[in-house]
Structures are given as C-alpha cells and as structure tokens.
C-alpha cells in the first residue's frame, strides 16, 4: 500500500527566503508523485506532478520539486518566498498503474510567510 | 473549461440528521473521486467511480455513508445518520486519465458540521 509522510506540519520561513516543504513516499510500484496547494475554504489545486521522464519537474508560481528514488523523496522548494505562498501543501502518491489511480495523500504542511 | 461543481458549500446538520452532497465534474471525465479531509489531516478517499461503477468503497463506512453516480456524469454522497465524527469537508474530484493526462480537478468542497 502507498503511503506519504510529509515532514513538519508547520514551516515558516520570511519573504523572500528559500521554501524546502519536505515529502517521503513508500510505493510497492513506480509512484506517480504529486504536490497540491490549499487556500482557505478553497479546493486542491495541483502545483506539479511526475508520472515519467525528468525527475526535476517545473509548476506552477515558480515551484519546482525533484524525485528521488534512491531516497524515496519528492520535496517542494521554491527559490524566494511570496507572501502569497502561505497556504497548505499536501504531497500525493498514486501507483498510476491503472484501475487504481486514487491519491493517497500526506497530512500536509502549512506554510506560513512572514514579512 | 467548467470546473468541478459541488453543492452546498457549506452544511450544518444535527447529529443523527441525514445529508446529502452533490457533484458535476468535468464534462468527459469518466472517473469521479469523493475525498473526506478532516481539520488538520490530508484527504481520505472514500470511493471511486469509473464511470458509474464502484471501482474503490473499501475506506466507506458503508453502514452511513452512501453514494451513486447516475450514468456516469453527476454523483451524489449521503450520510445517514450522520455523526459528530463526519464533520469534515467532503472534496470531489475527476480525473481524465483516459487521455493519459494523469491530472486530477478538484471542486471547492462542502464544509459539514455536524452539532
């Protein structure tokens, strides 16, 4: 069964600064990989995701993330912080392998942006 | 392109009261997911569609929770009777894996409180 664990449920940083939202996966199978941002009362909107090729994968507001096998990882960065990055991000692995492609979501992490 | 539709936004009920939610997802999308996030945790799936057949109910309480997808377009969840432990938003989604996308669009969700 997949699993996500994503570290620190909290992280602040200041504006400006580098954003490091940590994710670990466990996956009997290739994972497809993941990263979602919640605002308050709104939906998931999907940041990026890796299915097959480049492991660097680019998305959206100038996030990127880089899965690691060797190291099980899918960790979001973002080179400088904006005060509208504060939300909740939540990392999810689906096997992709087709009949079962539910995300199994991580319990997410929620950024908080300081001035 | 339409988003996912979901109604009411919002739902407050007393416990042991019945509830219902709705969900339009994307035109064409043939599988439709109902997601639970309870405060503080990542998504929970509780059913999947392909269409309108059950692919995955194995995480619904079955005994309380119901849903259909009427010729595979809409769907609706029910809960009844319902219990303080159901408070939560209930997410649907879709996805459009048949054209080998890999991209999931959530709704905005119905925040349930149950008093």
């Known amino acids: 069964a997949q699993s996500v664990t994503q570290l620190g449920s909290h992280v602040s940083v200041s504006e400006g600064a580098l954003v490091l939202l940590r994710c670990n996966y466990s996956?009997?199978?290739?994972?497809?990989l993941f990263w979602y941002v919640q605002y308050p009362n709104q939906g998931l909107q999907l940041l990026l995701k890796?299915?097959?090729?480049?492991?660097l994968v680019k998305g959206i507001n100038g996030f990127e993330a880089e899965f690691k096998k060797s190291e099980t990882s899918f960790h979001l960065t973002k080179p400088s912080a904006h005060m509208s990055d504060a939300a909740e991000y939540f990392c999810a692995v689906s096997d992709g392998q087709g009949g079962s492609e539910k995300l199994v979501f991580g319990k997410g992490t929620k950024l908080t942006v300081n001035p | 392109e339409a988003g996912v539709a979901q109604s009411p936004r919002y739902k407050i009920i007393e416990k042991r009261q019945s509830v219902a939610f709705w969900c339009n997802p994307i035109?064409?999308?043939?599988?439709l997911y109902w997601y639970q996030q309870i405060l503080g945790q990542g998504p929970k799936l509780l059913i999947q569609f392909q269409n309108n057949g059950v692919v995955d109910d194995s995480q619904l309480p079955k005994d309380r929770f119901s849903a259909e997808r009427l010729k595979g377009v809409d769907s609706t969840l029910k809960i009844q009777p319902a219990k303080l432990e159901d408070s939560a938003v209930y997410l649907c989604?879709?996805?459009?894996?048949?054209?080998?996308?890999?991209?999931?669009?959530f709704g905005s969700g119905t925040r349930l409180t149950v008093v």
């Open positions: 996956s009997s199978v290739p994972p497809y």
């Open positions: 035109s064409g999308h043939a599988t």
């Open positions: 890796y299915t097959t090729g480049a492991t």
């Open positions: 989604a879709s996805s459009s894996y048949e054209t080998g996308d890999y991209g999931y669009t």
